[in-house]
C-alpha cells in the first residue's frame, strides 16, 4: 500500500521540473516473496502445529517475467534508474548487473539507488543457496552480515564507475522504524 501511495513522490515524480531524474526511465523494484527477488525454491517446512508447510521463494522468476515487461516498455533508454525501497532496495544491487547486461546494455548512463535496505543478519549466505535455491553468483557474493554492502561491493568490483551508487537508510524512515 504504501508503495502504491508513493509511486510519484521524490525521484519518481517525473512532473516535478526540480527533479534531477524527472526525464529518466526507472525500474522500480518493490516488494518480493521474501527472497529479495533472488530466489528459486518451494521450501518445505514443519509449522509450529506440526503440519507440512511449503514457502514459495519464486522472486526470480518474478523479476524475469517484470524486464520482459520492463523491455517493451522502454526498450532502449538513454539514462536509467533502477531503484527500489525496503525489501526492493536489497533486489537494486543484486539484480542490475543482470538488468544492465540482459536487458538495457546499450545503456552507458545507469544509477542504482537502494532506500531502507539494511538488515544485518549472519547467515545470509547459507539462506540464499539452501533456502532461497540463488543462482551461485548472487549467494557467493555474500561475505558479511550486511548482504547489501555485499552485493554493491560486487558491482562495484565488476563495474567500477561505470555506474552511480546511491544508499540511503535512515532511522527516521517510516517502513525501518
Known amino acids: 500500500f504504501t ?3 508513493n509511486i510519484h513522490t521524490g525521484i519518481t515524480e517525473a512532473a516535478n521540473p526540480l ?3 524527472n526525464d529518466w526511465n526507472f525500474v522500480i523494484i518493490t516488494y518480493a ?3 529479495f527477488h533472488v530466489g528459486n525454491n518451494n521450501f518445505p517446512y514443519e509449522a509450529e502445529d506440526g503440519s507440512e508447510q511449503v514457502v514459495h521463494f519464486h522472486g526470480y522468476r518474478n523479476f524475469q517475467e517484470a524486464m520482459k515487461i520492463s523491455a517493451k516498455l522502454f526498450p532502449d533508454p538513454d539514462k536509467l534508474l533502477i531503484a527500489g525501497d525496503s525489501a526492493g532496495a536489497f533486489a537494486v544491487p ?4 543482470e538488468i544492465m547486461e540482459q536487458t538495457y546494455s546499450r545503456c552507458l548512463d545507469v544509477t542504482l539507488f537502494s532506500d531502507s535496505g539494511q538488515l544485518c543478519y ?10 532461497w535455491k540463488a543462482k551461485e553468483d548472487i549467494w557467493r557474493s555474500i561475505r558479511t552480515p ?3 554492502m555485499d552485493w554493491y561491493h560486487s558491482l562495484y568490483e565488476k563495474y567500477g564507475d561505470r555506474i552511480r551508487y546511491l544508499y540511503a537508510s535512515s532511522t527516521h524512515d517510516y517502513l525501518l522504524s
Open 122 to 131: 549472519s547467515h545470509w549466505k547459507r539462506t540464499a543457496r539452501d533456502i
Open 146 to 148: 550486511n548482504i547489501t
Open 33 to 35: 516473496t521474501g527472497d
Open 3 to 5: 508503495q502504491i501511495m
Open 19 to 21: 527533479n534531477p531524474f
Open 94 to 97: 543484486a539484480l542490475s548487473g
